[in-house]
């Protein structure tokens, strides 16, 4: 490691001059100043270097030393980053509590993951076996839910000459190869490049969230990528929660990046008490959580995103499921904008650098789902979900639209739904999934065969209503012929109890596919029945009144676990009530 | 501030440009420092570095640049990032936007100075708010529960009676367990007679003792307009965190800040973002809002109440628009409910209280809480639907039913929204909101149960 000094020459917000720093490296670190602040190398022009410093930089002065040691921003990937909440450079936040109380002081130096701590090693491989990248050479149970694997880092083969095994710490080797490189529990990796993989593979499984308007209506492949923006106060975050609550996958990385710290408290003591809907056991053992509030450092949260998908791929690395949720990705642009506005870079749309969509793609392209390193041809996924916060809630704004170019599926969230309380918000028509037909064979041959046909015809359904919707505005609704006065409550039922979802009620909160299955199939059930009671003469009226329609708003409040069958009784009934209606 | 421990002295302003200066040959001055700025004529006036380059630091002048002669004037760097000195003993006085006591009396002896901008509350060490906080105001209590640590504005537009609800809230405040309680208000930019307003409103609810006013008005130096929140929050954390206190702060008028936060970003030949506001407007204001919480192990919490008003009522406009961002929820003012003569005017439909599911409920407000919400806004929103049909059908075109919720809406923004002056208790509140959501029909509603 060869160490690098300079002199600060000029400060303006979290950017650094550097001057007289001989060859700086782009994208290297470096500790700035007195206090020994972090901070990145992002230009370098003739004599000078430019820096982004992760802390506050108020107390700097002009002639303070700055020294690199030529190494990339990196994270430390290893066990112990499960339950653990990190900020946006990877500093351990619970152990500044613990240290420092309730404000984290600037300077801070606390190792990201424990190195002391002591994990039981279980060997899979022997002296003598060969190994390449990614090979599994052994386990750490890292937490009662996920299996830790330590695999051959990226670059390294050879074969094994030692390996141990039982109670091992994050500083001692637990492999040696034959090229005398050891190998530990953990891994340093730098944030800003892709971790290697085989391939990818194209996404043929649906990420299932539990909830009915993205799983059947919207769905977002493993490995895909879905962004989810709305305007203030129409539950982006909500939505972000409660995927990071209930969906199936392995993992959860969640980057709460430039939001609000209440949120985090939340996520913080809710997460431990809840229990993941597969397993049982505190969601927390599953999550690892980045989280640079608003009003910490901006260079720090726009590093908080990558900081956040190295880990994911990390996870993934290991042929887990890991589902990497973003909120929110305007919030990361903002600081890149802030920070090339320092460097008055020439500004593109709305102030942001040019660079702006190609940084997104290069983000969002770290999704999908791959065969990764090793020889045992494990696939693993990271499927990225992010929140977008258009300024005024309007979708023209740069960062949405650059978002939407690497999207395969839209949650578009309207105000309008949330403000009548309408959750999740999500404009089923303003919206899109591109999986649709990749994702085709696995909804026929995992739920039913006939469940594209009935998603079909409930966008048919709900099209109708908006147009009929129109109508209304115009003529009022008495003026409808019967059968549209049908085909909108059908709708509005459909609205009601298919689409809005609590993410508060236990029951609700999480739905399996067979059962959205069901309740499709029930509320079209109503609908065949009602338009042949309507077709045999009997008035609109009788039909509207019957009560069937409020047993289809109980759907909701009833277990996945036999659903099918209650449904079909539910749909049995319904049948021999419209039956038995009288005709004019 | 500890202005005697001068050590260094420039005599060399080279430009002068709004209200920064551009001063030469500056060494060992840091980023934040403050400086004073001494003119020709002996005036002291304070200044802040906003940025070093090479030997040039820049300093924002906070009495503004009027008068100041570049040959003349002299700067001294003090050594010290902006501080206020915090004491109890600033309980029942009011200061000038910069801390400094406006009430004639004298200056408070600080137990500690302490600097303003604060660190970054550790998200690992916030407390989960979740301690109802009784305002007395139904539209609030009842739809949009603010709850304690929570940093909840008010949108308001001109002409519409934020203050006068900031201060009935700041009355009727409660808390279910009793504490000390404080109220901080830091206002910036507002016209003397506001200023006359909130004092006298203060005095005479008598809630001035367990107050502390922080007043720049309109005629005030712009500068001063950025340290006032900061000051306040400064305050507000100190009696939370150090002394134990519940402490409201209100910031009015948030606008004022921003216009004074663009004022010094076109001074320094920044880029300019949305309408002119500076780029890093929402990591700014977030360093200030995020200031409200709680922190585990600490008896304290901070809840922040900003006031803003909407230029042309425009809630898209980026002041709001990056307030609601940060913020957990917004109560908006409606001018078309003031012209009715409802108050307090509060629009519900926008409004939010994103914290509300923590500090409602059995044991908090009471069982049933969230049923009742939920039912009134489904049928507000449907009654708003149904008197927007009537622009465009007439009465006549209605349904008994549609008939029934342009009723309800009616009932609703006259007594349950438009309760003027009374204090009302949660209870009462619910029991309100039963009774007229007891006109539209049963099963209607799908959530009821």
Redesign the interface.
């Known amino acids: 490691m060869t160490e690098k000094k300079g002199k600060i020459?000029?400060?303006?917000?979290p950017t650094v001059?550097v001057k007289g720093m001989s060859g700086p490296v782009m994208n290297t670190v470096c500790l700035v100043g007195r206090q020994g602040l972090l901070g990145e190398i992002i230009r370098v022009k003739g004599d000078f270097a430019t820096l982004q410093v992760y802390e506050?930089?108020?107390?700097?002065?002009?002639?303070e030393e700055v020294v690199s040691y030529g190494l990339p921003l990196s994270v430390t990937l290893g066990p112990g980053l499960l339950a653990g909440?990190f900020d946006g450079i990877q500093r351990p936040?619970?152990k500044?509590?613990l240290a420092?109380?309730?404000?984290?002081?600037?300077g801070i130096k606390i190792e990201a993951i424990d190195r002391e701590r002591l994990w039981e090693f279980a060997p899979l491989k022997k002296k003598g076996d060969p190994v390449e990248p990614g090979d599994i050479i052994g386990t750490v149970q890292e937490t009662p839910r996920i299996v830790h694997k330590i695999m051959v880092p990226p670059g390294s083969s050879g074969t094994i000459t030692e390996i141990k095994s039982g109670m091992v710490s994050g500083k001692e080797h637990v492999c040696m190869l034959s090229t005398g490189k050891s190998i530990g529990l953990f891994q340093e990796w730098p944030v800003r490049i892709p971790r290697p993989f085989k391939s990818k593979l194209p996404p043929t499984t649906p990420f299932i969230t539990g909830q009915r308007v993205f799983d059947t209506l919207l769905p977002v492949a493993e490995g895909g990528t879905a962004i989810v923006p709305g305007?203030?106060?129409t539950g982006k975050?909500v939505v972000e929660q409660t995927i990071a609550k209930f969906s199936k996958s392995d993992i959860v990385v969640y980057v709460?990046c430039?939001e609000?710290?209440?949120?985090?408290?939340?996520i913080?003591?809710d997460f431990p008490a809840l229990s993941d809907p597969a397993s049982g056991l505190p969601l927390s053992q599953r999550t690892v959580i980045v989280?640079n509030?608003?009003?910490?450092?901006?260079a720090a949260r726009e590093a908080s995103i990558f900081t956040g998908i190295t880990i994911a791929e990390y996870f993934r690395d290991m042929g887990y499921s890991v589902a990497m949720l973003a909120d929110s990705i305007s919030?990361w642009a903002?600081?890149l904008?802030?920070i090339s506005?320092r460097l008055?870079e020439m500004?593109g749309e709305?102030?942001f650098p040019p660079y702006l969509a190609t940084q997104l793609g290069i983000f969002y392209e770290r999704s999908g789902k791959v065969r990764c390193l090793g020889a045992d041809e494990r696939t693993g996924s990271v499927t990225v979900i992010s929140a977008v916060?258009p300024?005024?809630?309007?979708f023209s704004e740069p960062v949405t639209q650059a978002s939407l170019r690497f999207a395969g599926t839209l949650w578009a969230l309207d105000?309008d739904l949330?403000?009548?309380?309408h959750f999740p918000a999500v404009n089923w028509l303003a919206s899109f999934s591109l999986y649709h037909s990749e994702l085709g064979g696995w909804f026929s041959g995992n739920v039913a065969e006939d469940m594209a046909r009935l998603r079909r015809k409930l966008f048919t359904l709900l099209q109708r209503q908006t147009e009929l919707r129109d109508i209304?505005?115009?003529?009022?609704?008495?003026?409808l012929q019967e059968s549209d006065r049908l085909t909108l409550e059908v709708a509005n039922i459909a609205t009601?109890?298919f689409l809005k979802q609590s993410a508060?009620s236990e029951v609700d909160a999480f739905n399996t596919y067979e059962k959205q299955y069901w309740m499709l199939k029930a509320i079209f059930a109503y609908m065949e029945s009602a338009e042949a009671a309507l077709r045999r003469g009997v008035y609109i009226e009788t039909i509207l009144e019957n009560p069937a329609a409020?047993s289809l708003?109980a759907m909701k409040e009833m277990a996945n676990e036999g659903f099918s069958k209650k449904a079909s009784e539910l749909i049995r009934d319904i049948e021999s009530e419209f039956a038995i209606l009288d005709e004019k | 501030m500890a202005i005697d421990l001068i050590k260094r002295e420039y005599r060399t302003i080279s430009s002068i440009s709004g209200p920064l200066v551009f001063v030469e040959k500056v060494t060992g001055a840091s980023l934040g420092e403050m400086c004073s700025v001494v003119l020709g004529s002996g005036e002291k006036r304070t200044g802040q570095i906003l940025q070093l380059m090479g030997t040039t630091a820049i300093v924002q002048v906070l009495q503004g640049t009027s008068g100041i002669d570049p040959e003349a004037a002299r700067v001294f760097p003090t050594g010290e990032a902006a501080r206020i000195g915090v004491s109890k003993d600033l309980f029942g006085r009011v200061m000038n936007g910069f801390g400094v006591p406006i009430d004639g009396l004298p200056p408070i002896i600080p137990d500690e100075y302490l600097d303003i901008n604060g660190l970054p509350m550790n998200p690992a060490s916030r407390e989960k708010p979740d301690f109802f906080v009784q305002t007395g105001i139904s539209a609030i209590d009842g739809l949009n529960t603010l709850v304690r640590g929570q940093k909840l504005p008010i949108f308001s537009g001109a002409g519409l009676p934020a203050k006068e609800l900031a201060l009935q809230i700041v009355r009727q405040a409660k808390v279910a367990e009793t504490g000390d309680f404080a109220v901080i208000l830091g206002a910036m930019g507002i016209t003397s007679r506001e200023g006359f307003f909130f004092r006298k409103s203060l005095q005479e609810s008598g809630a001035l003792e367990r107050t502390i006013a922080f007043i720049n008005e309109v005629s005030d130096p712009t500068i001063e307009r950025l340290f006032t929140p900061r000051i306040a929050l400064t305050v507000a954390e100190y009696l939370a965190f150090e002394r134990g206190y519940h402490v409201m702060v209100i910031l009015t008028d948030m606008t004022s800040y921003c216009e004074s936060l663009r004022e010094i970003g076109s001074a320094r030949e920044e880029i300019p973002g949305r309408r002119s506001y500076p780029g890093y407007m929402y990591t700014d204001l977030a360093t200030l809002y995020e200031r409200a919480g709680r922190l585990k192990g600490k008896k304290g919490s901070v809840t922040l109440m900003p006031i803003l008003t909407m230029p042309d009522d425009d809630i898209t406009h980026p002041i709001p628009d990056l307030t609601g961002y940060i913020t957990e929820g917004q109560i908006v003012l409606s001018r078309a409910l003031h012209r009715k003569g409802i108050y307090p005017p509060i629009e519900v439909l926008p409004c939010l209280s994103r914290l509300m599911t923590l500090g409602i409920g059995k044991g908090k407000t009471r069982e049933g809480h969230r049923a009742i919400s939920d039912q009134l806004y489904s049928a507000y929103a449907r009654g708003i639907d149904v008197r927007r049909l009537v622009t465009i059908v007439g009465e006549e075109g209605l349904s008994d039913l549609d008939r029934r919720y342009l009723e309800f809406a009616d009932e609703f923004e006259r007594k349950f929204v438009g309760q003027l002056d009374e204090d009302r208790s949660i209870d009462a509140t619910l029991d309100l909101g039963l009774e007229l959501l007891k006109s539209v029909p049963e099963g209607e509603s799908v959530r009821r149960k």
């Open positions: 020459y000029g400060v303006a917000g001059l506050d930089t108020s107390g700097i002065s002009v002639g909440i936040l619970e500044i509590r420092a109380g309730g404000f984290i002081p600037r305007g203030f106060g975050t709460g430039g609000r710290g209440n949120e985090m408290s939340e913080l003591s989280v509030t608003s009003n910490m450092p901006v919030r903002e600081a904008r802030e506005s008055e500004p709305e102030g916060s300024p005024g809630g309007d105000p949330a403000y009548r309380r209304i505005q115009i003529i009022g609704v008495e003026a009601e109890s508060f409020s708003a």
